[in-house]
């Protein structure tokens, strides 16, 4: 197996079981639809079922978001076997984006819908409810913003 891919899976392995557990943990502690206070008006827990994608899009399409996230998976792990040069900041643009995926992937296959529970408000705007697996795929989406806008500002 390429060294990229292995290292990147091994740390993609380490999100996926940090998302599965802190999400058996809250189903086995909260009813979906209970709401969690944890800082008023800001932050709370939702135990909730998304059975779509972000912003709940494509909802009542299972099988296609599974379709459409192995496929991702598939070109995402072929596009680091190719790579020369794999420095520190690629293992963890995409060992975040892996592990994200993967943990959303294994609640649509294992429970038919995503398990989602970070509710936050600012002000009196409602953010989606969204989970620790969004959260790295998000944060693998802004480094790869960042950098990229950095590199073209700075170069």
Request: with cysteine.
């Amino acid at each position: 197996m390429n060294k990229n891919l292995k290292n990147v899976l091994v740390i993609s392995t380490i999100i996926l079981m940090i998302d599965q557990v802190i999400k058996i943990i809250l189903t086995n502690k909260m009813l979906f639809n209970q709401e969690f206070p944890l800082i008023e008006n800001l932050l709370s827990l939702n135990l909730v079922k998304n059975e779509g994608a972000a912003f709940s899009i494509l909802t009542g399409n299972r099988l296609l978001l599974i379709l459409i996230s192995v496929i991702a998976l598939i070109l995402i792990c072929y596009y680091i076997t190719k790579q020369e040069y794999f420095d520190d900041l690629n293992l963890t643009i995409f060992s975040l984006l892996i592990g994200g995926l993967l943990g959303n992937l294994v609640d649509r296959i294992v429970h038919g819908y995503v398990i989602d529970y970070i509710s936050l408000k600012i002000g009196s705007y409602l953010f989606p409810i969204f989970n620790f697996a969004d959260i790295c795929i998000v944060l693998s989406a802004l480094i790869i913003i960042v950098t990229t806008i950095k590199g073209e500002v700075w170069n």
